[in-house]
């Protein structure tokens, strides 16, 4: 990972806007994003609208008040992107850890269009759940629907009772359904110790994060989630078995017991 400075925030974002004032060139508006957390988020990572990729990260700096200021720029001709009305949040990794990025969505059209150094407040917003449900449906097809659809259930039910998930237990749901729906895009391949390690760690986070989540939010993903997770698990133990390494599923069991038993 890209090294992080510390300096004081009381300049931390003067020095900021004037490094953004003196280095951006005439084909890019530079701005800076203030973010309470990061998620892995790198220097040289896109900045997207819309799904198209329209600048990148510059710089992060991270503030001794325990935020972080992300310089971004973006080409001239999405400027109308970034308005007064734009909402700045963090994508979160795909499958293979990559694919963070800073999103740019507008909550309506019109606004002013941010000027060049302008600081402005961002997120790791809610939208973690959205992602996953979206990657999902693109490949509903290999994904029979089933894990999806509980997602969507715990969608709804946690914004019918005003529930949110937390950032961090969102992305382990993120990396955990996106490693899976990977391992079933190729019914046939079996996945390699690295990716089933790198799906161990996902249920390791999650794990950690579901014994931090408040009650209410465990139950709903104990009866909404964990049915099909825990059948997904069970396919890619059947799909180990048959080349004699279901032993890799030993350390994703322990945690997945702690789940059950909290």
Same mark, same amino acid.
């Given at each position: 990972?890209?090294?992080?400075?510390?300096?004081?925030?009381?300049?931390?974002?003067?020095?900021?806007?004037?490094?953004?004032?003196?280095?951006?060139?005439?084909?890019?508006?530079?701005?800076?994003?203030?973010?309470?957390?990061?998620?892995?988020?790198?220097?040289?990572?896109?900045?997207?609208?819309?799904?198209?990729?329209?600048?990148?990260?510059?710089?992060?700096?991270?503030?001794?008040?325990?935020?972080?200021?992300?310089?971004?720029?973006?080409?001239?001709?999405?400027?109308?992107?970034?308005?007064?009305?734009?909402?700045?949040?963090?994508?979160?990794?795909?499958?293979?850890?990559?694919?963070?990025?800073?999103?740019?969505?507008?909550?309506?059209?019109?606004?002013?269009? =941010?000027? $060049?150094? @302008?600081?402005?407040? /961002? &997120?790791?917003?809610?939208?973690? !759940?959205?992602? *996953?449900?979206?990657? #999902? %449906?693109?490949?509903?097809?290999?994904?029979?629907?089933?894990?999806?659809?509980?997602?969507?259930?715990?969608?709804?039910? =946690?914004? $019918?009772? @005003?529930?949110?998930? /937390? &950032?961090?237990?969102?992305?382990? !749901?993120?990396? *955990?359904?996106?490693? #899976? %729906?990977?391992?079933?895009?190729?019914?046939?391949?079996?996945?390699?110790?690295?990716?089933?390690?790198?799906?161990?760690?996902?249920?390791?986070?999650?794990?950690?994060?579901?014994?931090?989540?408040?009650?209410?939010?465990?139950?709903?993903?104990?009866?909404?989630?964990?049915?099909?997770?825990?059948?997904?698990?069970?396919?890619?133990?059947?799909?180990?078995?048959?080349?004699?390494?279901?032993?890799?599923?030993?350390?994703?069991?322990?945690?997945?017991?702690?789940?059950?038993?909290?």
């Amino acid at each position: 990972m890209k090294k992080l400075y510390m300096i004081p925030a009381a300049i931390c974002s003067l020095l900021l806007v004037l490094f953004t004032v003196t280095a951006c060139s005439d084909d890019t508006l530079g701005i800076t994003v203030r973010f309470p957390e990061i998620a892995g988020l790198q220097q040289n990572d896109p900045v997207v609208f819309e799904g198209s990729n329209i600048g990148q990260v510059e710089k992060i700096v991270y503030t001794d008040t325990g935020n972080y200021l992300v310089e971004i720029t973006i080409a001239r001709e999405f400027v109308n992107a970034a308005t007064a009305y734009t909402l700045f949040s963090i994508r979160p990794a795909g499958v293979d850890g990559k694919d963070r990025a800073v999103l740019l969505v507008q909550e309506k059209a019109g606004g002013e269009v =941010l000027k $060049e150094g @302008s600081i402005v407040e /961002g &997120s790791v917003r809610s939208g973690y !759940l959205e992602q *996953i449900i979206g990657e #999902l %449906q693109k490949k509903a097809g290999a994904a029979e629907g089933e894990l999806r659809r509980a997602l969507e259930e715990l969608q709804k039910s =946690l914004e $019918e009772a @005003s529930w949110r998930l /937390g &950032s961090g237990l969102q992305q382990a !749901l993120a990396d *955990i359904s996106l490693h #899976l %729906q990977s391992f079933k895009e190729d019914m046939k391949k079996v996945p390699d110790s690295q990716e089933v390690q790198r799906l161990e760690e996902s249920i390791r986070r999650f794990a950690d994060e579901f014994n931090r989540a408040q009650e209410d939010v465990r139950s709903h993903i104990r009866e909404e989630v964990l049915p099909e997770l825990q059948r997904e698990l069970e396919q890619l133990r059947e799909k180990l078995k048959r080349e004699n390494r279901q032993d890799e599923m030993e350390e994703i069991d322990r945690q997945m017991d702690k789940v059950i038993m909290v």
